[in-house]
């Protein structure tokens, strides 16, 4: 990589009149140090060594100085970058990523970082974060499973955006760091918005910018939802409409007649509820199959606490069982798919 694509060492008119004006870092500053790195209206004192065996780019730029100018008798390297983030990009070096946080907060700290581990090719710390950063934005259905419940609260309210980032973030990021694996789920989450908020975007309250997709992974959003929604569709038609009770159901030989078919007209009931979509307004899970799929089995083993009866939903263990494997393998199918749905090739997925 050519060092004028990061240095402007020998092109900057200006360099003497910034490095006179720079404040140094007041934690990055190593008195023992050998080169500086020069940041916008900031200078870092660090170690030539440390750089050289972290990055490539690094050391290829730092091989490459010749008539430099010094401040402070050391060399001076001047970065393009945001002030800010070299010196997350530093600490992460000198310190390792503890300081790195996954939630909406941390969100700003780790998107710049993660854009100059990969522009400097600093390899092993860029993989630690996106294996942290998966188990929010995973590839499997099981990592999807456990995030969905980590942000659901005891009254089974849904309040990702509570914690975690936009997925038009993520989406983003994962485009400029090339980092395809985020894509489908981050996709997904998006999907369960409105296309109105998913075109509109959102205004960030940490940094305050108003965040949008680009144009062409809007359209591939809007595309994969209407996948998704008819998906969910046809195992509504295909595996609820008219279900009929299992061989082995408890009540088929019932004598009463109503009583025999308790189990068909609680998946009537399920059917009409999931059609009405109560529940994922209740919960702030609406267009969400993967919850709805799952929702329709739990139907099944839930009291009705509103009028503390048996609720009509519920059939006997058999069909319940029977159905559970249904929505189990109607899960994993759908997981499978959302890499082609959104046009995304994801090697290992699932």
Request: hydrophobic letters at 35%; aromatic letters at 10%; a negative charge.
């Amino acid at each position: 990589m050519n060092a004028a694509d990061f240095s402007t060492n020998r092109h900057s008119s200006n360099m003497h009149m910034t490095m006179h004006m720079a404040s140094k870092h007041t934690d990055l500053y190593f008195n023992d140090g050998n080169i500086i790195l020069l940041a916008g209206m900031s200078y870092f004192l660090v170690h030539q060594g440390l750089l050289a065996r972290h990055s490539e780019v690094l050391d290829e730029l730092m091989r490459s100085m010749d008539n430099t100018p010094t401040l402070e008798d050391r060399p001076v390297l001047t970065l393009p970058d945001p002030s800010t983030d070299v010196a997350h990009f530093l600490k992460a070096m000198y310190d390792g990523i503890s300081f790195v946080t996954y939630d909406s907060e941390g969100f700003p700290t780790l998107s710049g970082l993660l854009r100059m581990l990969t522009k400097y090719k600093v390899h092993h710390l860029r993989n630690d974060i996106l294996r942290g950063l998966s188990h929010y934005w995973p590839t499997t259905l099981t990592q999807w499973d456990t995030r969905e419940a980590s942000v659901t609260g005891q009254d089974g309210t849904y309040t990702p955006r509570d914690s975690l980032p936009h997925p038009i973030e993520i989406i983003n990021l994962a485009r400029e760091i090339d980092h395809l694996p985020l894509l489908p789920s981050a996709m997904y989450d998006l999907t369960r918005s409105t296309p109105s908020e998913a075109a509109i975007g959102f205004v960030s309250p940490f940094t305050g910018i108003n965040v949008r997709l680009e144009y062409a992974d809007l359209l591939t959003v809007l595309k994969g939802r209407e996948q998704a929604s008819r998906f969910f569709s046809t195992f509504i038609v295909n595996n609820l409409e008219g279900r009929q009770p299992s061989r082995w159901c408890l009540r088929r030989k019932d004598g009463h007649p109503v009583n025999k078919r308790t189990c068909q007209i609680a998946f009537e009931a399920i059917t009409f509820e999931l059609l009405r979509d109560i529940n994922g307004i209740i919960s702030n899970r609406t267009s969400d199959p993967l919850y709805a799929m799952a929702e329709a089995e739990q139907m099944q083993i839930r009291d009705d606490l509103l009028n503390s009866e048996v609720s009509p939903m519920k059939t006997c263990e058999h069909c319940r069982v029977e159905f559970g494997a249904v929505v189990d393998a109607a899960k994993e199918d759908f997981w499978k798919k959302l890499p082609k749905w959104f046009d995304i090739d994801v090697s290992p997925w699932g």
